[in-house]
C-alpha cells in the first residue's frame, strides 16, 4: 500500500489557519487522498478526500498539488474542538480499507 | 440517522477465553470494517465485509474472525485471547468512499 509521510505535532492558534502537510510521492493513479481526524477518546471522524481536484467542504479544505505527490488540509479557522490526531492516508478505488499512519497530532493553543 | 453503534463498550476477558464483539452499521451501508488501535502499533485494518462476504483482510492471525448478517450487522470473534489483544477495537461503516466509525470496544485481556 502507498504510505504517506506527514509531520508528527503541529501547533496552531485558535482562530488562525492551519495547514495540514502530506507527502506522498509513490501515490497511483487510482488512489484517492483521504483526511481522517481523531478527537481524544473516540472513533476516527471523516474530513474531507479528492482525486486529482482541490476540495471544500464545512469541515475544512483540501489542496492537491499538480503531481498528486503531496497534498495539505486547510482548516479555515482552528477551534480547540479541532485539537486531533490527523491522518492523511490513500485509498485505492473502491476500497474500504484504510491503513492508518502515525497521524499528525494538532494542538489548538487559546 | 443513527450512527454505528458496537457492543460492549467496555470488556474485561482472561487469557485463553474467546470474545465476540458487535457492529450495527448505519442504515442502509452494506460495507463493515474493523480496526484494532493500540498505543504501540496505532489503527490497523483487520477485515472488511460486504454482503456478508469477507472483502478485504488485515495481517492478522487467524484467531481474528469476522461474519456479517444479511441485516448488515457485524460481529467479530477473537479466539485463545492473549494479553496483547488488549486495544480498542473500532468498527465502521462505508458508503460512497466515507467511512464512519463507532465509538470502539475497549478489550482488556488479563
Known amino acids: 500500500d502507498a504510505k504517506t509521510t506527514q509531520p508528527n505535532s503541529m501547533e496552531s492558534n485558535e482562530e488562525e489557519p492551519v495547514h495540514l502537510p502530506c507527502n506522498h510521492s509513490?501515490?497511483?493513479?487510482?488512489?484517492?487522498i483521504h483526511w481522517y481526524r481523531q478527537l481524544p477518546s473516540q472513533g476516527p471522524e471523516y474530513v474531507i478526500h479528492?482525486?486529482?481536484s482541490n476540495v471544500n467542504n464545512r469541515m475544512a479544505s483540501l489542496a492537491i498539488a499538480e503531481d498528486r505527490k503531496s497534498s495539505t488540509l486547510i482548516l479555515h479557522r482552528a477551534t480547540l474542538r479541532d485539537a486531533a490526531v490527523y491522518y492523511c492516508?490513500?485509498?485505492?478505488?473502491?476500497?474500504?480499507?484504510?491503513?492508518f499512519g502515525t497521524g499528525t497530532r494538532l494542538t489548538v493553543i487559546p | 440517522k443513527a450512527g454505528v453503534t458496537q457492543t460492549p463498550r467496555y470488556l474485561i476477558k482472561t487469557r485463553g477465553q474467546q470474545v465476540t464483539l458487535s457492529c450495527s452499521p448505519i442504515s442502509g451501508h452494506r460495507s463493515v470494517s474493523w480496526y484494532q488501535q493500540t498505543p504501540g502499533q496505532g489503527l490497523q485494518f483487520l477485515f472488511e465485509y460486504f454482503s456478508e462476504t469477507q472483502r478485504n483482510k488485515g495481517n492478522f492471525p487467524g484467531r481474528f474472525s469476522g461474519r456479517q448478517f444479511s441485516n448488515s450487522r457485524s460481529e467479530m470473534n477473537v479466539s485463545t485471547l492473549e494479553l496483547g489483544d488488549s486495544a480498542l477495537y473500532l468498527c465502521?461503516?462505508?458508503?460512497?468512499?466515507?467511512?464512519?466509525f463507532g465509538p470502539g470496544t475497549r478489550l482488556t485481556v488479563l
Open positions: 465502521a461503516s462505508s458508503l460512497l468512499g466515507k467511512q464512519f
Open positions: 492516508i490513500l485509498v485505492q478505488t473502491g476500497a474500504n480499507n484504510l491503513f
Open positions: 479528492g482525486l486529482t
Open positions: 509513490t501515490i497511483s493513479g487510482t488512489d484517492y
